[in-house]
């Protein structure tokens, strides 16, 4: 315990916090947690190293030397040792440990944490998003299998997620909580507006990367497929493929597609509210599947309704609700009718956003999904003594 009573809760993070999009979701859920846990952040870095106060510790980073591949190297050598060194000088009361691609970075912070006493979790975020029949996968499994087995606990982005892992898996019985995405409701905020008839219907698509294995070449090609209306797309990320821009040229859509390079994440708010509806047209892959899209928790909290792809990540948030466009599959073709659907519904956007804006309150505030989390990681800790 520290001096203020509060157990320690060493949060343990290999991605690059600095370049990473959930930078601001690990802040807001730290910031949560820290009412009832003394919370230090050990995270990766790959340009900078952002000096932040986090409830009053500086977030602390992985030792690494050189630039690029070297850089990469130095940083998961390091990083197993610079671990097992904060655990044994800070001697946290509970481990949260996100790493899913470094096998024997899992095996080291176990045995660290097992010589002090020390609870242990591991929180799955995401599948591999390569080939099924990459290394990548195989250290998937490993690191599941092993954290199923000696961990306290394994905490699991959706229940889509946890019915994969376990079903292909087939995982012993453990310990869990369903910790999903959220939405800072003060940030992304509902303004009332109203569009007038004679301006453009417009659509927006920010973060991640614009990319094939996100649907984003499908989207684009349906755009063009209902240019009787007056439609224009904002896609935002500087993340791009060019595989999938080509199509702008291909179909000569630059009159009806805007891109932006990425901003600021208190940016995002403003060009939301700008449009009429978000788009999300993530295909029927598993993992996408399995996800948990924070930009549409975001777009349901500036009150837009949404036009989305007929997978688990999105059906089993949005149900039958009204605001939901369905697309029935990630075709052009499929993608295009939804749109049009949401577009012959845009009289009714002002009660139907509100609606919206109402559901993301109720269920996906980050404050939500930080209280499933303490409450699992004050189970844990209330199952033996430390």
């Known amino acids: 315990m520290c001096d203020t009573g509060k157990p320690r809760l060493l949060w343990i993070e290999i991605n690059s916090f600095d370049i990473s999009v959930n930078k601001a979701p690990r802040l807001e859920t730290m910031a949560y947690l820290s009412r009832d846990f003394d919370v230090h952040f050990l ?3 790959s340009d900078s190293r952002p000096a932040l ?8 980073y992985f030792p690494q030397i050189g630039r690029g591949l070297i850089q990469k190297i130095s940083r998961r ?20 440990l996100n790493c899913l691609n470094n096998f024997g970075m ?5 045995k660290a944490s097992y010589k002090i006493g020390c609870k242990t979790l ?41 019915r994969y892992c376990i079903k292909r898996y ?63 797309l904002i896609l935002i990320s ?3 493929e060019t595989a999938v ?31 009429h509806a978000g788009i999300l047209p993530f295909p029927n892959r598993d993992v996408w599947n399995t996800s948990s899209p924070i930009k549409l928790f975001e777009y349901l909290a500036c009150g837009k309704p949404v036009i989305v792809t007929d997978i688990p990540a999105h059906r089993n948030v949005l149900e039958q609700n009204p605001f939901a466009f369905f697309s029935s599959d990630a075709s052009p073709d499929s993608l295009a009718g939804a749109i049009r659907c949401a577009y012959a519904a845009r009289g009714s956007f002002t009660e139907l956003g509100k609606m919206a804006r109402q559901q993301a309150l109720k269920f996906h505030t980050w404050a939500r999904q930080a209280e499933n989390l303490g409450t699992f990681l004050k189970d844990i800790l209330g199952k033996g003594s430390v």
């Open 43 to 45: 995270t990766a870095w």
């Open 53 to 60: 106060m986090l409830c009053g510790h500086p977030i602390e």
């Open 77 to 96: 050598i390091m990083m197993r040792g610079a671990a097992c060194e904060k655990i044994a000088h800070l001697k946290p009361n509970i481990i949260l």
């Open 106 to 110: 899992i095996r080291s912070v176990w």
């Open 122 to 162: 591991l929180d799955v975020r995401t599948l591999p998003t390569c080939e099924n029949t990459d290394p990548a996968w195989k250290t998937f499994e490993n690191s599941l299998r092993f954290a199923s087995y000696n961990f306290d606990g394994i905490t699991y982005i959706t229940e889509e997620m946890k």
């Open 170 to 232: 087939e995982l012993p019985e453990h310990l869990s909580v369903i910790w999903s995405s959220g939405v800072n409701e003060e940030l992304f905020q509902y303004v009332e507006k109203s569009f007038p008839d004679d301006e453009p219907f417009r659509l927006i698509y920010h973060g991640g990367s614009i990319c094939i294995s996100r649907g984003l070449d499908r989207l684009i090609q349906s755009i063009d497929r209902v240019r009787d209306i007056d439609v224009q």
């Open 238 to 240: 500087s993340k791009r």
């Open 245 to 275: 821009i080509e199509w702008i040229n291909r179909l000569n859509l630059k009159d009806r597609i805007d891109l932006v390079e990425t901003i600021p994440h208190e940016s995002i708010p403003m060009q939301i509210q700008r449009c």
